[in-house]
Structures are given as structure tokens and as C-alpha cells.
T-cell receptor
């Protein structure tokens, strides 16, 4: 069974701290996506990772992909309240050519 | 540039009533189209996808159906709503090509409450 596991599922942290969200997957894949969802809103694309070793950064967020370990990370540096949201990873499966979604990580950043 | 629209934005319907949600995409041709449902505080559940006009694939058996009458129009329907149909319905599109694993772009969503 194809699985995408995110952890943690819930994270409450202080402003100014660093933290990492993990996305593990069980299928072979060389592309992975990160999305952000604000409460009550739709999903917004954050990062597209298309190869092993890919690293993308925007502001305080940095995403990376290790296809050998079947792992992607979303690192938050010096968190600010505006980054509070739910973050989803989605893995493109080589076996059935579909996106497999993680359950999402709800991130709350306290002042 | 491409845009995706969904309507209505919010809907409150009684149990047993019919449903029709509409999604349209502008600025692209022959997109792959998707319907997702998200229960409160939960992840995404893929309901249907379509790679072309009249081509619908169902991922989850239920009382919902989908249709694609035009290239950039995707409709989600039900003849009789259940309480369990409540949720946030999201339409998405991706560029055509091999498979369905291209980046997906989401519409603003429809929040459905069934009473």
C-alpha cells in the first residue's frame, strides 16, 4: 500500500524557534510537493521538488528531498506567527502516476 | 495566467436534497481535473478525477457523482445528500501529460453543511 506519513501531525511552537516537519513515503518517487492551507481556506502551492537532493527556499521556509531515503523535510527558521497554518506534502507515485497526500501538519506559532 | 473558480462558496442543504457544485478553469486547455473532500480538521480525500471530456474516474464509492461536460468544466453532484457529505469540497487542476502527478492548483473551495 502506498503511504505518505507526515510528522508531527500537530506542532505548537514559540516565535523565533526553528523546527522541521517530516514527510516519509513508501513508494518510489522523484517529485514531491508542499502545500499550505490557512484555516477555512484552500490549498496554496509552496514548493515543487523534482529530483533527489532538490532544495527550495522561500523566506523562513526551506524544503528538501532525499529520494533514496524517501524523505522530504520542511524546515522553519525563526518562526513567526504568520506561518501558522496546516502544511501538506504530496508525493507523485511512480507506480500509479498519482499524487498521494500526507495527512497534514497543523502548525501553531505562539507570540 | 490560469485561474480556477468554484461556486457556490458556501451551501447549507437538508438531508435528502440534491447537490450540484461547479468548477471551471480558465487559461489552459485539456487540464486534468480533480474533486477532493476535506472533513473538518482532516486531510484530503480524492473523490474523482478526469483527464478529458466525459472521462471520469471514481476513487471512493459513495452517493456522489461527477461529470465533465466541457473541457474546463467539472461538476460534482448528488441526488440525495447524507449528513456525512458535509465538508469542504475542493476542485483542482493540473497540466495534462503523463500521469496525474503534476503539480495541482486548487480552487477556493465550497463549504457544504448538510443538516
Amino acid at each position: 500500500e502506498l503511504k505518505v506519513e507526515q510528522n508531527p501531525l500537530f506542532l505548537s511552537m514559540q516565535e523565533g524557534k526553528n523546527y522541521t516537519i517530516y514527510c516519509n513515503y513508501s513508494t518510489t518517487s522523484d517529485r514531491l510537493y508542499w502545500y499550505r492551507q490557512d484555516p477555512g481556506k484552500s490549498l496554496e502551492s509552496l514548493f515543487v521538488l523534482l529530483s533527489n537532493g532538490a532544495v527550495k527556499q522561500e523566506g523562513r521556509l526551506m524544503a528538501s528531498l532525499d529520494t533514496k531515503a524517501r524523505l522530504s523535510t520542511l524546515h522553519i527558521t525563526a518562526a513567526v506567527h504568520d506561518l501558522s497554518a496546516t502544511y501538506f506534502c504530496a508525493v507523485a507515485s511512480d507506480s500509479n502516476y498519482q499524487l498521494i497526500w500526507g495527512a497534514g501538519t497543523k502548525l501553531i506559532i505562539k507570540p | 495566467s490560469q485561474t480556477i473558480h468554484q461556486w457556490p462558496a458556501t451551501l447549507v442543504q437538508p438531508v435528502g436534497s440534491p447537490l450540484s457544485l461547479e468548477c471551471t478553469v480558465e487559461g489552459t486547455s485539456n487540464p486534468n481535473l480533480y474533486w477532493y473532500r476535506q472533513a473538518a480538521g482532516r486531510g484530503l480525500q480524492l473523490l474523482f478525477y478526469s483527464v478529458g471530456i466525459g472521462q471520469i474516474s471514481s476513487e471512493v464509492p459513495q452517493n456522489l457523482s461527477a461529470s465533465r461536460p466541457q473541457d474546463r468544466q467539472f461538476i460534482l453532484s448528488s441526488k440525495k445528500l447524507l449528513l456525512s457529505d458535509s465538508g469542504f469540497y475542493l476542485c483542482a487542476w493540473s497540466r495534462p501529460g503523463a500521469g496525474l502527478y503534476n503539480e495541482q492548483f486548487f480552487g477556493p473551495g465550497t463549504r457544504l453543511t448538510v443538516l
